[in-house]
């Protein structure tokens, strides 16, 4: 229902005030309004009148449902103009105070939505209109004795309002206290965590740098030794090779199988040496590739030759896929070279039969050489520790080797710029994989 008249007035005197307010309250009561809500309406539409009825006598006043949703509004018509800024205290009163001036006659519109949430039907609307049609005028003294009355209770209820925020906020400053008391002990703690929390940075970083000195002092000894035994190593295998030359003097069987063992662990402390001395120059960052563009088919041709050199188990096969002629890779040949003849033989080292194979692919940005081998296998558990330094793991100490070759081809990979992974299982073999980049990463 957009629009339906329930009531038509005029203000003629003063007494019609008292008359516009109660009608004010009955329609506003008719209509679903709370008790509060009606009190507001009549005030407003009492306050308006009166003053519109100090400028002019005949005051047209209608009320009305209208809009979506509904709103109980009042008009107040008169000839002339109106000061809208007088009437602002009773606009605070109602939801809506609109003032229009055609230049001849101003209307004042009051407005006051309704709670239902439902539509008024018509019904309702004609109920309202015959509840204010046969109510009875009260006279001016019972209506302002009524207004007595609602203003008595409005104070009342004021009073009681006063209270309960008085007590609210006593609660909320004893809350606050608290509050207070709860932040300062929290910023207490807080400050001393965070004192506890820096002390222990700064230890941290003490460590830090004792175990960094501790790595560089263990790095300058590895190669400082390194270094120092290798002269000495050299020349005693010279000394040997003097002594086994046929020009010399002969030899007796027993003498031939001692400078054959001399030999032998010799040549196993040069190569353990010449591991160290390596492992330390990488570690101390001292190690820079010379980066060149490498030929991979090249390079695994010469793998494959050496590797069948040095096998001599008929039961391994070694089974080299030579990439196409092409093939290239920007690192450093020797540390290359030096990675995958590890990784080799490892293989071939670790392998009773089967066989042992290595393969390359790219995939236009990354080379991936994967190196496999049908050996004994290695235990989930002891995946990383095969790239720690000096380990030999159980079951495998009759196999000669100085537990350094895994972990100083690991770091070789890392300062060519690539990664390398594993994948192992008792029994069923071992597969490392090498990733490097086809180009030099800046």
Avoid at 45 to 71: I, M, Y
Avoid at 140 to 145: H, V, Y
Avoid at 271 to 299: C, F, I, R
Wanted: glycine share 6%; net charge negative; charged share 25%.
């Amino acid at each position: 229902m957009t629009d339906a008249i329930l009531l038509h007035l005029v203000l003629r005197r003063e007494q019609d005030v008292f008359a516009v307010r109660q009608r004010g309250r009955e329609a506003a009561a008719a209509l679903g309004l709370e008790h509060q809500d009606q009190i507001r309406v009549a005030t407003a539409l009492s306050d308006v009148g009166r003053q519109l009825l100090a400028k002019a006598a005949g005051v047209e006043v209608t009320f009305r449902v209208h809009g979506r949703p509904e709103s109980l509004r009042i008009d107040l018509a008169v000839p002339g103009p109106v000061d809208p800024q007088a009437l602002r205290p009773a606009g605070r009163l109602v939801d809506v105070l609109e003032v229009a001036d055609d230049g001849h006659e101003t209307v004042v519109m009051l407005s006051r939505r309704l709670p239902a949430p439902d539509l008024l039907t018509a019904d309702q609307v004609e109920r309202a209109r015959r509840t204010l049609a046969t109510s009875t005028v009260a006279s001016p003294l019972d209506e302002l004795s009524s207004q007595n009355e609602h203003l008595l209770s409005a104070l009342e209820e004021a009073r009681e309002q006063r209270d309960r925020l008085k007590a609210l906020n006593d609660e909320l400053e004893e809350t606050n206290r608290g509050v207070m008391a709860l932040y300062l002990q929290l910023s207490s703690e807080l400050e001393e965590t965070n004192r506890g929390v820096v002390a222990l940075y700064a230890e941290l970083d003490e460590k830090s740098g004792q175990l960094r000195a501790a790595s560089e002092a263990k790095t300058r000894f590895l190669a400082n030794v390194s270094h120092e035994l290798r002269a000495p190593v050299t020349a005693v295998i010279g000394l040997i090779r003097l002594l086994s030359d046929p020009a010399s003097d002969p030899l007796t069987a027993a003498q031939a199988e001692q400078i054959a063992l001399m030999r032998g662990s010799a040549s196993d402390l040069l190569s353990l040496v010449n591991d160290l001395l390596d492992l330390a120059k990488a570690e101390s960052g001292h190690l820079e590739p010379g980066w060149a563009p490498v030929d991979l088919s090249q390079l695994f041709k010469q793998l494959r030759g050496t590797l069948r050199a040095v096998l001599t188990n008929p039961d391994v096969e070694l089974i080299v896929d030579t990439p196409d002629d092409g093939a290239w890779i920007e690192s450093d040949e020797a540390l290359l070279t030096q990675v995958l003849r590890n990784l080799l033989h490892n293989a071939v080292k670790f392998t009773e039969q089967g066989q042992v194979t290595m393969h390359a692919r790219c995939d236009g940005r990354r080379w991936t050489i994967t190196v496999a081998d049908t050996g004994i296998g290695i235990p989930a558990a002891q995946h990383e520790r095969i790239f720690e330094e000096f380990v030999q793991l159980p079951g495998r100490q009759k196999i000669h080797g100085t537990g350094l070759g895994l972990p100083y081809a690991r770091r070789l990979v890392g300062i060519l710029g690539g990664d390398m992974a594993m994948v192992s299982e008792p029994g069923k073999g071992s597969t490392f994989t090498v990733t490097l980049p086809v180009a030099r990463i800046s």
